[in-house]
């Protein structure tokens, strides 16, 4: 009697489709942890610029509009700079209503004279948005 050596395709074929549900689950988590990636990084910058508009408000000085990310002062002085975002991600910019904050839809309020402001920025394909006023920053859903 001879012994065959090696697989039964049966074998074969439940290998290849548990490695294929495997691959499915691992690109699924990755895709999503991307995601939560980039809206942290969008927390921290944010977070970064109410800083420097605190300071800002606290010397009496109006915000810059985030013309050029990564080149535009917060405000006069040299006290910070508008970060630059994750791509898919915007600031949303006086008169595009684009502050999504869960109360509505409001404008951008880069005033400073009556201790209040309110910078924020968004993602439709990430689903969220990023508000901040001189008390702190709250991520919410886009609507």
């Known amino acids: 009697m001879t012994k065959n050596k090696g697989f039964t395709l049966l074998e074969l074929l439940v290998v290849i489709a548990l490695t294929g549900i495997f691959a499915v689950v691992v690109i699924a988590s990755l895709t999503s942890t991307r ?8 927390q921290t910058s944010l977070s970064a610029v109410r800083s420097a508009a605190n300071t800002c408000m606290t010397a009496g000085t109006a915000l810059n509009s985030p013309a050029t990310p990564g080149t535009t002062l917060v405000c006069t002085g040299d006290i910070g700079i508008w970060n630059v975002l994750p791509s898919s991600w915007s600031y949303a910019v006086t008169g595009s209503a684009d502050c999504h904050d869960g109360g509505g839809t409001t404008d951008l309020d880069l005033t400073t004279i009556d201790g209040v402001f309110k910078i924020c920025a968004y993602s439709s394909s990430d689903a969220k948005n990023v508000s901040c006023t001189e008390v702190g920053c709250t991520t919410s859903t886009y609507q």
């Open 35 to 42: 995601g939560r990636g980039r809206i942290a990084s969008v």
